[in-house]
Structures are given as structure tokens and as C-alpha cells.
């Protein structure tokens, strides 16, 4: 989820942070990489992949 700066307990704000505003682009990328079909992203985080299933914190998406 990126690098930031901190290490153990402190770089939570960060890691959830930029969790947060993964892009589509970004999954793209792990979907090559990994070959990823899925992904859980949190409620607000903008994705034009299709939601298949969203309650309030979190969606499932399927990255294609």
C-alpha cells in the first residue's frame, strides 16, 4: 500500500490512507502482476470496476 515513512503501529494512518485512494489503474497493474480478479476496497474508495457486493465500510469489486 505504498511506503510511508514509518514503521509498526505509526504507519497505519498512512497504509489505510493510501488504501483508501487506490486507483483502477493501480489494480490494473496488480491484476498483470498477480493475476488478481477480485478486490475488497473500502466503501468510498472510486472505482469504475463493477461493485458486486457493498455494505457500509467496504465493496467487492471484480478487476476487469
Not at 1 to 13: D, I, K, Q, R, V
Not at 23 to 44: C, K, N, P, R, S
Request: proline fraction near 2%.
Amino acid at each position: 500500500y505504498g511506503n510511508s515513512g514509518e514503521t509498526g503501529f505509526a504507519m497505519l494512518p498512512a497504509l489505510r490512507e493510501n488504501y483508501r485512494s487506490m486507483t483502477d489503474e493501480q489494480m490494473l497493474d496488480l491484476q498483470q502482476a498477480y493475476g488478481i480478479e477480485f478486490a475488497v476496497l473500502y466503501a468510498e474508495t472510486n472505482s469504475a470496476f463493477e461493485v458486486l457486493y457493498q455494505y457500509e465500510e467496504f465493496k467487492l469489486v471484480a478487476v476487469k
